[in-house]
């Protein structure tokens, strides 16, 4: 049986200013998507996106980012909390931002960016959607350092059938599942690969959005099993969490616009 490490969550103290781990997942995030975006731009002509556009391109999104995955989580998930700490919705830097915020604030901000620069909207999307898992995955790497949004307690409590079955100290003594790590397996690495193959070549326009909904939809349903709800549904019912109804729809939506989207074979 493994023990969470306990990491400290700062990475470096620079006199009054602290550089925390999360953060820096963050900016890992951002770098691999100005990167690898470049490397798209230069080669897949057609999105309409020059390699000097990224930055713009990367402002837009990390507001997007920054402002909808906050709101996200104190809308979403700690409403009564940020209500008795108002001061507290503002404190980024300690963790707490919620996907599904961040996606619809991406969202708005691809759409203002796309009307600046003329283009359509799916053309962003369908650019930006392989670039997005790597900091996904990161983020959820920066949860496991930060010691938050721990698994479910494995099956057998008593005689773990799970040799990574980890046991999270300032929780309880129970094994639990390293969510965290397999969310960052899934929604990360796993559906970069998808995205940067599927793209590799041109494909009829929304249809990579539509796999991006797809993919990280089943992913953040599937990986919510083996996590702690944040929030159940129905009274205190855990059946289904509300990471996975906030998911479905991108699912749904997403099989819907691939079906209608993809050129006939």
Do not use: C
Request: charged fraction near 15%.
């Amino acid at each position: 049986m493994l023990i969470h490490p306990q990491f400290d969550p700062i990475a470096l103290s620079l006199g009054p200013l602290a550089v925390r781990w999360y953060g820096l997942m963050y900016l890992a995030g951002f770098v691999a998507f100005l990167l690898l975006g470049r490397r798209r731009a230069a080669t897949q002509p057609w999105h309409g996106l020059k390699p000097a556009a990224l930055d713009d391109l990367l402002f837009y999104g990390v507001l997007g980012v920054i402002v909808g995955g906050r709101l996200g989580q104190v809308l979403f998930y700690e409403p009564a909390y940020y209500l008795a700490h108002p001061l507290e919705i503002f404190a980024v830097w300690k963790g707490g931002m919620s996907f599904h915020g961040g996606f619809l604030g991406v969202l708005a901000a691809m759409a203002l960016f796309a009307r600046k620069r003329g283009l359509s909207f799916w053309q962003i999307t369908d650019f930006i959607a392989p670039l997005v898992p790597l900091g996904l995955g990161a983020g959820r790497i920066g949860n496991f350092i930060n010691g938050e949004l721990w698994g479910r307690v494995v099956a057998n409590p008593t005689a773990p059938d799970l040799p990574w079955a980890m046991v999270f100290p300032f929780v309880d003594a129970l094994p639990r599942h390293p969510s965290q790590l397999y969310q960052a397996l899934g929604e990360g690495l796993l559906l970069f690969l998808l995205l940067w193959w599927y793209s590799g070549k041109q494909r009829a326009r929304g249809t990579v959005s539509a796999l991006f909904l797809i993919g990280y939809g089943s992913a953040r349903w599937i990986g919510e099993y083996f996590r702690e709800p944040d929030i159940g549904v129905f009274g205190q019912s855990y059946l289904v969490s509300m990471g996975q109804w906030l998911s479905l729809p991108m699912i749904l939506v997403g099989i819907y616009l691939f079906m209608r989207w993809r050129k006939p074979s």
